[in-house]
């Protein structure tokens, strides 16, 4: 079938990303070849469109947030403070460090988490003399919180943004829901990683050659507006939700703020010490065409009746009770997201609940399972290193910092360690549906 064909294709590009062709160029190429063949219409686009345009802007824009606060300096802060709450002992760090990686990936998105923290986390520990099994155990740490515990808010994943909007859930009700679950995540996540990495912590750490966290901050002024800036974006999440105002419109304007603190806009760029050109540059324009170009892909699938099979499987669970669907669907969209990636298994998984739905799935499963599939591709890339691009890049990233993490090892600990985070958050959301 070509479309199934155009889109193995994709996904091999895209992953593979042979020298000159980035992720974006890769994911329309294939999007070009579905339009050619038939496996999609030119009507087709539009749609594709109206359900990732807002998600693509809000990932752009909390990147570029994230790049400012890091020049700034506010993540290198922030862990030094969490190097020292420590207090020189390693069991009681490495908690600490999960913890401060799970609120990045609330507030910054799962990949701001993985690829922000986890360079100053191994600069710390290089600080700190830890052993090779130590820091490994903190690198496999912090890049799977960022995906344990994206799951809070709309703008902690990609996913979770594409999803929402699909099914028109506002900013408020997400969290509602999302929120109690996430932190039933988070608190299995610490207890797999305490157990399965607790023996490779050292006793006690020396703290006495710690930097002072203010030696980290290289932009006072940015840094101090931070906090406020932060506090009055969430704040605005929850405002706007009832008047449906899109979640990119209210991260842009974060964004705006601080890049205008950043270069110093009312002074012309005098005493500017973060170059805004520099963070432009490298914000993920790329993602814009990847995300048209990818669901363009997923959607010739679709047209292609795969939705069509998986809602059958849907429409079964949703007969077997709350439990049952929102398990069944989880474990399908985790298991699509480790294979597929999670970018176009979200947009298969919503499209296949939709299709389900027109078939009279009660509202109260119906919902339980959009959650589900939400939940299932969050979590279900940590399977797999192909599972998302933000664990694609974080392995890059090690690869450059001089760290490598093979396939094989990596899928060891994933298959060791999601298998009970996703289960537990799947069963909290459940309960948690049951009650509200």
């Known amino acids: 079938m070509p479309a199934i064909l155009i889109f193995l294709a994709t996904l091999v590009l895209v992953i593979w990303q042979p020298r000159g062709l980035n992720i974006g160029w890769s994911a329309m190429g294939g999007a070009l070849l579905a339009l050619a063949t038939g496996a999609i219409s030119w009507h087709d686009i539009p749609v594709v469109w109206g359900i990732i345009w807002d998600a693509t802007f809000t990932f752009v824009a909390l990147i570029i947030i994230s790049l400012v606060l890091d020049e700034a300096g506010f993540f290198h802060w922030a862990a030094l403070h969490v190097a020292r709450w420590?207090?020189?002992?390693?069991?009681?760090?490495?908690?600490?460090?999960?913890?401060?990686g799970a609120l990045i990936a609330a507030v910054f998105a799962n990949d701001g988490a993985a690829l922000?923290?986890?360079?100053i986390v191994m600069a710390i520990l290089v600080q700190l003399e830890f052993s090779t099994a130590a820091t490994f155990a903190f690198v496999i740490a912090?890049?799977?919180?960022?995906?344990?515990?994206?799951l809070p808010f709309m703008i902690s994943n990609l996913v979770n943004i594409v999803s929402a909007n699909y099914f028109g859930i506002p900013f408020d009700r997400y969290a509602a829901v999302m929120v109690p679950v996430d932190l039933l995540s988070l608190l299995a996540t610490l207890a797999v990683l305490v157990l399965a990495f607790g023996r490779r912590l050292p006793e006690r750490y020396p703290t006495a050659h710690l930097p002072d966290p203010r030696s980290a901050i290289r932009d006072p002024l940015v840094f101090r507006a931070s906090f406020p800036v932060l506090a009055l974006l969430l704040a605005a999440y929850f405002v706007t939700a009832r008047w449906q105002v899109p979640v990119s419109a209210v991260t842009i304007t974060g964004a705006l703020v601080l890049l205008a603190l950043a270069g110093r806009w009312w002074r012309a760029g005098r005493g500017a010490r973060i170059s805004v050109p520099t963070i432009l540059r490298e914000a993920p324009w790329k993602i814009v065409v990847f995300s048209l170009g990818m669901y363009l892909v997923v959607y010739g699938l679709r047209n292609a009746g795969l939705t069509g099979y998986?809602?059958?499987?849907?429409?079964w669970l949703a007969g077997q009770g709350t439990v049952a669907a929102t398990l069944g669907t989880g474990l399908i969209a985790a298991l699509l997201s480790s294979v597929l990636n999670n970018m176009p298994a979200v947009l298969v998984g919503a499209l296949s609940i939709h299709q389900a739905a027109l078939q009279a799935?009660?509202?109260?499963?119906?919902e339980a399972m959009v959650y589900a599939n939400i939940i299932g591709c969050d979590l279900g890339p940590k399977f797999t290193p192909i599972?998302?691009?933000a664990?694609?890049?974080?392995l890059h990233?090690?690869?450059?910092?001089?760290?490598?993490?093979?396939w094989g090892a990596y899928m060891k600990t994933g298959l060791l360690l999601t298998p009970p985070v996703l289960l537990l958050a799947l069963l909290g959301l459940a309960g948690w549906l049951a009650l509200a």
């Open 361 to 366: 799935a009660p509202p109260r499963i119906h």
């Open 310 to 315: 998986v809602a059958e499987a849907l429409q």
């Open 391 to 394: 664990t694609l890049l974080w």
């Open 387 to 389: 599972g998302s691009l």
């Open 142 to 150: 912090t890049g799977f919180v960022a995906d344990t515990t994206s």
């Open 116 to 119: 922000l923290l986890t360079p």
């Open 397 to 406: 990233v090690l690869e450059r910092k001089g760290v490598h993490i093979g």
């Open 86 to 100: 420590g207090g020189g002992y390693g069991r009681r760090l490495f908690p600490l460090t999960i913890v401060l």
